[in-house]
């Protein structure tokens, strides 16, 4: 891994000085420097050669810095790599954009390059030390050996969290789980996952991502991030074609902003207080199977009252056979609108009879979370 | 002005700091003199990039006074104020001249 080789730094700049000047003392402690005059290039660089940091200049004609930025951070193959801006402008707005499209620091030009080269090594010692927390984490995850029972959570034990939830297990060793996670006094998480397969290791693994969880939903950690770190982790653990699909919310009740990230999982609904209820379509890769992933997010100001699904798949297939995906979620749609009046807590299973009335055999686990704000 | 303690300032040998140097006086003329042709045609904006990427690259490696007179001449651009413009021009042709003698040492 890291240790194997020396690390590598990107420069960006179209001055050649400064170019010249970062590419000296960067070298002269030990990095390898590539360097690149211009954001198209800087982009090809950072695909082909994977540095382990980037330096990037705003300032520069064409393709300015927020747009190389923004390009590295859409791609899976670069979205990783921690990028630190250059800039001679230091106003607030700047730096706070910067921050908001994925930067982690800024050097003020003119810089010094002591100042340089203390930043890149804070910088590349917490992507590593990210790293190989994963990697700890994958560790003593896979040391578990037998899966204790751990409790699933309810309304009543967290009533804060404003939520009612449907949970049918098949068997034992079912693929479907939930969870929520009080993340702050306002901030709660909500997940609902799917692990492919049903099998005793499903169960432990089912386990697994709750702990998981926990670890990787602290307050400083954004959903997509959170849902990479687990990602990361189950990569390593996951059996050879065994996958989970999920759907992740952050609901900040204080701010109001809610952040749904979806990972190959069906859609969510939401149902405004004062509007239609409409499924929130995604493209999302799932997890366990890339090292590199692409998240779909959906960012949401929402009010009170509002409401939000979160569901199985097993719902929408199994309660007529052979429904496709258009017609069952009509249906979802439908008995998401009929359950309005409805208290939340009460609202999942209201949702489940209603869909699974005229099925008598069940061919896979149901869940179904209710959230309002 | 002391080249080798400019570069040790800034943690490099003597000649990896006049490398550098030499390549600062390439762009800075470059600079300068783009500064000088937007000035001929009042373009202000123009002055103000040119000035802005001299402040950057003087002020890494130390030459402060320059450094300070580009600021000089941004801020002024920026107000799409030319009117000191080709004395700080002047004066800044004068502190790369200084610079150059002490390369030639």
Redesign the interface.
Same mark, same amino acid.
């Given at each position: 891994m890291i240790e194997d080789k020396r690390l590598l730094i990107l420069v960006v700049d179209d001055?050649?000085?400064?170019l010249?000047?970062l590419e000296?003392?960067l070298s002269?402690d030990g990095y390898q420097v590539v360097s690149a005059d211009n954001g198209p290039d800087a982009r090809k660089i950072a695909v082909d050669e994977k540095p382990d940091l980037i330096l990037l200049d705003i300032?520069m004609p064409k393709e300015d810095g927020f747009k190389v930025i923004k390009k590295l951070k859409e791609s899976s193959a670069t979205s990783t790599i921690p990028v630190i801006f250059l800039t001679?402008v230091s106003d607030i707005d700047t730096k706070l954009f910067g921050f908001e499209l994925g930067a982690v620091d800024y050097i003020t030009?003119?810089?010094?390059?002591?100042e340089v080269l203390a930043r890149a090594s804070l910088h590349l010692k917490l992507s590593i030390a990210t790293n190989s927390l994963i990697a700890s984490q994958a560790q003593k995850l896979r040391q578990i050996t037998e899966a204790q029972t751990s409790m699933l959570t309810t309304p009543a034990m967290q009533p804060q969290a404003k939520f009612g939830v449907y949970f049918l297990a098949l068997n034992e060793a079912g693929g479907d789980f939930y969870d929520v996670l009080p993340i702050s006094e306002d901030i709660f998480g909500y997940f609902v996952g799917d692990f492919s397969g049903h099998d005793i290791k499903t169960s432990y693994l089912t386990l697994s991502v709750k702990a998981l969880l926990k670890q990787n939903s602290a307050l400083v950690y954004q959903a997509h991030e959170s849902m990479k770190m687990i990602n990361d982790v189950l990569v390593e653990i996951l059996p050879e074609g065994k996958y989970l699909t999920a759907c992740y919310a952050r609901l900040n009740r204080k701010t109001n902003q809610m952040t749904i990230i979806n990972a190959g999982h069906p859609p969510a609904i939401f149902v405004p207080s004062d509007g239609k209820a409409v499924t929130i379509e995604m493209k999302g890769d799932i997890l366990g199977i890339f090292k590199e992933i692409y998240f779909g997010q959906f960012n949401i100001e929402v009010k009170s009252g509002d409401r939000f699904y979160f569901y199985s798949d097993g719902l929408i297939e199994s309660f007529q056979e052979k429904v496709t995906w258009p017609i069952g979620s009509d249906e979802l749609i439908a008995a998401c609108e009929d359950v309005r009046y409805v208290p939340v807590q009460d609202a999942p299973e209201k949702i489940a009879n209603m869909l699974l009335k005229n099925n008598s055999k069940m061919k896979d686990d149901i869940v179904i979370l209710g959230i309002e704000v | 002005m002391d080249l080798r303690m400019l570069g040790s300032n800034?943690?490099?040998e003597e000649e990896?700091f006049v490398?550098?140097v030499e390549?600062?006086i390439t762009?800075?003329k470059n600079d300068i003199n783009n500064l000088n042709e937007a000035f001929l045609k009042r373009d202000a904006e123009k002055v103000a990039e040119s000035a802005? =990427?001299l402040? *950057? =690259?003087? *002020?890494?490696?130390g030459f402060t006074e320059l =450094?300070k007179i580009s600021n000089i001449a941004e801020e002024k651009a920026g107000e799409e104020d030319l009117e000191l413009i080709d004395e700080l021009i002047e004066s800044m042709r004068k502190h790369i001249a200084e610079i150059e003698a002490c390369l030639g040492k």
């Open positions: 001055n050649p000085l400064n010249k000047l000296t003392t002269k300032k001679g030009k003119p810089f010094h390059p002591r | 800034l943690g490099l990896e490398e550098l390549l600062f762009t800075a802005h =990427s402040k *950057g =690259s003087s *002020g890494n490696l =450094s």
